[in-house]
């Protein structure tokens, strides 16, 4: 697993249902709008985040390697 991720929530995507800064709120926030956003850029990369973006009911989620830049979710075909 890599050191650092870089995560992005896609505001064109996400309806806001708060789910990411709810299940870890110390890596998502709500801005005004109530969309969500991570915290910082990049953040440590952890199985929190992984299972966070997993579990976007509508996979607006993404998140790379802040190294590489290659993608770690969502999966690649």
């Known amino acids: 697993m890599p050191d650092r991720w870089k995560v992005t929530v ?3 995507v996400c309806v806001r249902t708060g789910l990411c800064a709810a299940s870890a709120p110390r890596e ?9 956003r991570a915290t910082a850029e990049p953040l440590p990369a ?3 985040i992984l299972e ?3 579990s ?3 996979e607006a989620i993404s998140i790379v390697d802040a190294d590489t830049g ?3 979710f969502p999966p690649q075909s």
């Not at 998502?28 to 969500?36: K, S």
């Open 70 to 72: 290659e993608g770690v």
């Open 28 to 36: 998502f926030q709500l801005d005004e709008r109530g969309q969500g």
């Open 10 to 12: 896609d505001p064109r």
């Open 46 to 48: 952890s199985e929190e």
């Open 52 to 54: 966070v973006a997993e």
């Open 56 to 58: 976007c009911p509508i």
